[in-house]
Each structure stands twice: as structure tokens, then as C-alpha cells.
């Protein structure tokens, strides 16, 4: 049963770049959600998808964007990087409502020089 | 004040020990209550999710929630090396988001 894999595992860009993260939901999942991870945090939520639909969405500026596919996998866009931006990015996959847990993937790790 | 609180540790313990985390939370619409483990350079592993006050185990680990007093608490008995990582407290209030608490460190020495 395979869990949620997250690609690419590592990824370095500059200020001012854009980037696309891609995450494949655990089996049977529906829903994925995407977080932020600081070094020495805990994970911080930018937005969730169902259906195709962002349900809800953090304290994240509208250079976080997502999609989510047919087949529920999903992809996270951040335009205009800023030094900040350089975290670990998680996804979490869970199946229909709020009352289930989330799933996570072992994350990409984003730094900006 | 934070919504949640959490001891970032690090905590040393020897092999064997009994460990206790802990985290406070402020928001009394809280009503799902998790813990994560995460190892180095891995994503978060569910170890514990519950709704209800009370205790919950699963092999060596129990969760108790005290609701009332909006603490929840994750032990940990016979404590191996393996267990080593960074544990995450984390809640939600019927809404799709988790909140996490920052992660406590813990090193259980051999």
C-alpha cells in the first residue's frame, strides 16, 4: 500500500523564481492538504483540496496557489520567492471528511540562495 | 497567547525509561487531538488520534486528554534508542487544519 509520496525531494532555487512541488495521495485518499516546516517548527497549513477545490486555506499569501488533479494527486506553486520561503513542505493526504487523520509524505525540501 | 504550547525539549532519557510529553492548548473548540512522530529528514507518522477525554494505548504508547483543563499528554513506556525523534502534538476544531505545536525533542540514550 503505497503512502504519499512527495517529489522532489530536494530542491534549491533564487529569489524571485517560481516552483512546483507535486504530491501523490496515500491509496484510497481524496483530500490532500499542504504545510509549511520550518527548521525547529512545526508544520504551518497553507491550504487543503477536495474535489478539486481549495476547502480552506491558512495565513498564506496568494503567491502560495495549488491544484489538485482527477486522480487527486496534486501540485503546490510559490511565485516570487522570497529567502524566507526556504522550509520543508509536507503533504498530507486523507480520505472525506474532517474527521479523518492526515497521512503525511516525507516532504520537499525547498532552499532559496 | 499561542493556540498551542509545547516543551521543545531536547529530553534525555536512558533505555527503558518511561517518557511523559506534554502540550497546552488554548482554543476549547478543539475536538481531534493527534500525535505525530518525526524522524530526521522524514515527514510526520501518525502515532495517536483521538477525540475524547481519556486514555487511549496502542503497545508501549498512551495518549490522555484532559479537555477540561485543555492538556494533552503522550507516554511512553520501555523507551528504545529507536524512539529518538521529534514528537509533535497536534489538534483540530472540526475544521480541515491541523494546528501542530512546535515538536519536542527526544534522545533516548542506549
Known amino acids: 500500500d503505497a503512502g504519499v509520496t512527495q517529489s522532489p525531494t530536494h530542491l534549491i532555487k533564487t529569489r524571485g523564481q517560481q516552483v512546483t512541488l507535486r504530491c501523490s495521495p496515500k491509496?484510497?485518499?481524496?483530500?490532500v492538504s499542504w504545510y509549511q516546516q520550518a527548521l525547529g517548527q512545526g508544520p504551518q497549513f497553507i491550504f487543503q483540496y477536495y474535489e478539486e477545490e481549495e476547502r480552506q486555506r491558512g495565513n498564506f499569501p496568494d503567491r502560495f496557489s495549488g491544484h489538485q488533479f482527477p486522480n487527486y494527486s496534486s501540485e503546490l506553486n510559490v511565485n516570487a520567492l522570497l529567502l524566507g520561503d526556504s522550509a520543508l513542505y509536507l503533504c498530507?493526504?486523507?480520505?472525506?471528511?474532517?474527521?479523518?487523520?492526515?497521512?503525511f509524505g516525507d516532504g520537499t525540501r525547498l532552499s532559496i540562495l | 497567547q499561542k493556540e498551542v504550547e509545547q516543551d521543545p525539549g531536547p529530553l534525555s532519557v536512558p533505555e527503558g525509561a518511561i517518557v511523559s510529553l506534554n502540550c497546552t492548548y488554548s482554543n476549547s473548540a478543539f475536538q481531534y487531538f493527534m500525535w505525530y512522530r518525526q524522524y530526521s529528514r522524514k515527514g510526520p507518522e501518525l502515532l495517536m488520534y483521538?477525540?475524547?477525554?481519556g486514555n487511549k494505548e496502542d503497545g508501549r504508547f498512551t495518549a490522555q486528554v484532559d479537555k477540561s483543563s485543555k492538556y494533552i499528554s503522550l507516554f511512553i513506556r520501555d523507551s528504545q534508542p529507536s524512539d529518538s525523534a521529534t514528537y509533535l502534538c497536534a489538534y483540530h476544531s472540526g475544521t480541515y487544519k491541523y494546528i501542530f505545536g512546535t515538536g519536542t525533542r527526544l534522545k533516548v540514550l542506549a
Open positions: 491509496s484510497g485518499h481524496d483530500t
Open positions: 498530507a493526504s486523507s480520505f472525506g471528511d474532517m474527521g479523518q487523520p492526515q497521512h
Open positions: 483521538t477525540y475524547s477525554s
